[in-house]
C-alpha cells in the first residue's frame, strides 16, 4: 500500500470520525427536542441524522476495506489513533443510541395513547355526579 | 441526561393529559411545562454531548389584559341585564292596553262627552264616575308595579352585598395560599384559576379593580372601598335606610350606595334609584297635576243638585305619593258638575271638564301628551338597557373567544401536533436501526485493524 493511498484512507477515516460526532450531536439534540416538546426542531434533527446516517453507511464500507487490507508491517500510531477515536465515538454512538431508542419507546407509546384519546373525544365529557362534584371525566375505549 | 430527558418528556406529556383532561372545565387555563436546558459535556471520542433538560416546573398561560377586559365587560353585561329585567317587568304597564293609564283617560274624556248630550241621565253620569274610578286605579297600579320593583331590587341589594361578602372571604382565603405556592418557585396555577373564577363571579355583581400585591390580590369597589387586604375580607352590610330603601355600608358604616356601579348591585341600585325614580316621579306628577285639573273644572260648575262643583278626585298635598293615592272623591253621580248655571239641564261646565284633556298641565303638557312622554321612556330605557345586554354579551363572547385562544385548550391543535410527533417518531425509529447495523460494521473495522 502506498502512501497515498494510506492517506486517502485516513482522509476517509477522519472524515468518517467527524460524521459519527455530527450524529451522536443530532441524537442528544433530538433527544433535547422531545423533553421540550419542540416538534420543528425534532423533525428538522431527524431528517440531519438521516442524511449523516445515509453518509455514514455509504463510507463504513470503505474504511473498513481499508483497515482490513492493512498487515504486516502494523498500523502507523497515526492510524491507531483514528481507530481508537472510531472505536470510543462508536462506543459512545451505541449508548446513546440505546437512550434514544428507549425515549422514543416510552415517549412514542404515550403519544401513541394520548392521540387515541384526542381521536376519541368528541362529546364525551360527562359531569360527575353529586352536588358538590362539578368536575367532568372524560372516558373513552382503548 | 436520558433520565433527565424523559422526566422532562413525562412532565410535557402530563401537562397535554392535563390540558386535554380538562379542555372542558370553565375557567382552566392551558399550562405549559417550564424546561431549563443543561450545558452540554464532551465525551469520549470528542462527542459533545447535550446534558438534557430539567423540568423545572409548570406554568399557566393567562393574559392578564383580557382577563380584565373580561371582568369590566362581564360588569357592564351584568348591570344592563339587571337593568333590562326590571325594565322588562315595568313596561307590559306602561304599553297601550285595555287598563293603561292613557286607554283609561280617553275613556273618561269620551264618557263625559257622552254625558254632554244628555246632562241629566244618570246611567251617563254613573259611566262618568266608573271611567274616572278606572283611571285612578290606573294610576295606582302603575305606582304599584314601580314601587314593587323597587321592593324587589331592594331585596336583590341585600342578596347582592351578601355574594359579595362570601366571595371576597374565599377570595381572601386563596391569598396566602398562592402566596405560599409562589414563595416555592411554583406558577399556583390551579389556585390563580379558582380565585380568577372567584373574581369573575364577584365582577357579576359589583365593579371590582384588581392589583396585585406581594399579598396576593387587593380588591377594592370602583369607588375605592376595600374588599379583599391579603388574607383579610372586608365585609360589606346592607340596612335600610330613612328613605325606606336597602342601603350598603362599608365596614365602617359610610354609605356608599350611590357610589357602587357596575354588576348586578350596581344595575339594581341604579334601576331603583334613577330610573324608577325618576319614572315615578314622573307618574306623581301628572296623576296630581291631572286631578288637580279636573277639581279645577269640577269647582267652576254647578252638581244636579245646585251646588257648587266639590272635588271630583282626591289628590294628595304632596305630589310624591299622588299616583299611588289618587281615588274619586265623588261616589254620587248627581255630584258631577256638568252645569254652568246651576240648572239641571245644562251642560255648559262640561266642555270645561273636557278641556283638561287637550289643556296644558303645570308640566306644559297635555295629559295625553305627558303619559305618551312616560310611555315613550319606558320603552326607550327598555330598549337601551337590551341594546346595552345585547353589545355587551357579543363582546363578551368575543373576549372569552380570544382568551380560550390564548388560553384554552384546543383539542383539534393538541391531535394534529401529537400525529406529527408520531410521524417523527417512525422516522427517528429507523434513524435508530441504521445506527445499530453502521455499529455492527464499525466495530468490525477495529476487529479486523487489530487483528
Not at chain 1, 463510507?59 to 489513533?81: C, I, K, Q, W, Y
Request: hydrophobic share 40%.
Amino acid at each position: 500500500m502506498n502512501n497515498a493511498t494510506l492517506q486517502s484512507r485516513d482522509q476517509i477515516a477522519a472524515s468518517y470520525l467527524q460524521q459519527m460526532q455530527a450524529l451522536a450531536f443530532e441524537i442528544s439534540v433530538a433527544m433535547d427536542a422531545i423533553a421540550a416538546n419542540a416538534l420543528p426542531k425534532f423533525q428538522e434533527s431527524v431528517a440531519r441524522q438521516e442524511m449523516l446516517c445515509a453518509g455514514l453507511a455509504s463510507m463504513a464500507n470503505t474504511v473498513s476495506n481499508g483497515f482490513r487490507a492493512l498487515d504486516h508491517p502494523l498500523p502507523s500510531s497515526a492510524d491507531a489513533e483514528i481507530q481508537r477515536k472510531i472505536r470510543a465515538a462508536s462506543g459512545a454512538i451505541r449508548e446513546l443510541n440505546l437512550q434514544y431508542a428507549a425515549l422514543l419507546k416510552h415517549s412514542g407509546k404515550s403519544i401513541a395513547l394520548l392521540a387515541l384519546l384526542c381521536r376519541s373525544h368528541q362529546g364525551q365529557f360527562q359531569e360527575a355526579r353529586g352536588s358538590r362534584l362539578k368536575h367532568q371525566t372524560w372516558s373513552c375505549e382503548m | 441526561m436520558a433520565v433527565q430527558s424523559l422526566n422532562a418528556a413525562s412532565g410535557e406529556l402530563q401537562v397535554t393529559n392535563n390540558n386535554i383532561a380538562n379542555a372542558n372545565t370553565p375557567g382552566y387555563t392551558r399550562q405549559v411545562a417550564v424546561l431549563q436546558e443543561a450545558a452540554p459535556i464532551t465525551s469520549a471520542g470528542n462527542i459533545a454531548v447535550g446534558q438534557g433538560v430539567q423540568l423545572t416546573g409548570y406554568q399557566s398561560v393567562r393574559d392578564e389584559l383580557l382577563q380584565a377586559q373580561i371582568q369590566q365587560q362581564t360588569q357592564a353585561q351584568s348591570g344592563a341585564n339587571a337593568q333590562l329585567s326590571s325594565m322588562q317587568q315595568i313596561q307590559p304597564t306602561f304599553t297601550t292596553s285595555t287598563q293603561d293609564i292613557g286607554t283609561e283617560m280617553s275613556a273618561l274624556f269620551s264618557s263625559i262627552s257622552s254625558l254632554s248630550t244628555n246632562p241629566t241621565s244618570s246611567t251617563s253620569r254613573q259611566a262618568v264616575l266608573a271611567a274616572g274610578q278606572s283611571l285612578a286605579t290606573a294610576f295606582n297600579t302603575a305606582s304599584s308595579t314601580l314601587t314593587s320593583q323597587q321592593a324587589t331590587l331592594n331585596s336583590q341589594v341585600t342578596q347582592d352585598v351578601s355574594q359579595i361578602n362570601q366571595l371576597t372571604k374565599q377570595i381572601a382565603a386563596l391569598n396566602p395560599q398562592i402566596a405560599a405556592v409562589k414563595a416555592t418557585g411554583q406558577d399556583g396555577g390551579a389556585l390563580q384559576d379558582q380565585q380568577d373564577q372567584l373574581v369573575l363571579s364577584l365582577s357579576k355583581i359589583t365593579s371590582v379593580s384588581v392589583t396585585q400585591t406581594q399579598n396576593g390580590e387587593t380588591l377594592t369597589t370602583g369607588n375605592g372601598t376595600p374588599l379583599v387586604v391579603g388574607s383579610q375580607s372586608l365585609a360589606l352590610q346592607a340596612t335600610t335606610g330613612s328613605d325606606g330603601m336597602t342601603h350598603v355600608l362599608d365596614r365602617n358604616g359610610a354609605d356608599i350606595t350611590s357610589s357602587l356601579t357596575g354588576g348586578d348591585l350596581g344595575g339594581s341600585i341604579q334601576t331603583r334609584d334613577q330610573t324608577i325614580s325618576g319614572l315615578l316621579k314622573q307618574l306623581d306628577t301628572l296623576a296630581n297635576q291631572f286631578g288637580t285639573a279636573m277639581n279645577a273644572a269640577q269647582a267652576s260648575g254647578y252638581d244636579q243638585n245646585g251646588n257648587a262643583g266639590q272635588n271630583l278626585f282626591t289628590v294628595s298635598s304632596t305630589v310624591a305619593g299622588s299616583a299611588a293615592s289618587i281615588k274619586m272623591a265623588v261616589t254620587d253621580p248627581a255630584l258631577i258638575a256638568a252645569s254652568s248655571d246651576g240648572s239641571s239641564g245644562s251642560n255648559g261646565n262640561l266642555t270645561n271638564l273636557s278641556a283638561v284633556q287637550t289643556s296644558a298641565l303645570a308640566s306644559g303638557q297635555t295629559p295625553g301628551d305627558a303619559y305618551a312622554s312616560l310611555v315613550y321612556q319606558v320603552g326607550s330605557l327598555t330598549s337601551n338597557a337590551n341594546a346595552e345586554s345585547t353589545a355587551t354579551t357579543s363582546s363578551l363572547l368575543q373576549l372569552n373567544d380570544q382568551l380560550s385562544s390564548a388560553t384554552g385548550v384546543s383539542i383539534d391543535e393538541e391531535s394534529a401536533n401529537l400525529i406529527t410527533y408520531q410521524q417523527a417518531y417512525e422516522a427517528a425509529a429507523r434513524v435508530v436501526s441504521t445506527i445499530q447495523s453502521l455499529f455492527s460494521v464499525t466495530m468490525a473495522m477495529g476487529t479486523a485493524a487489530a487483528e
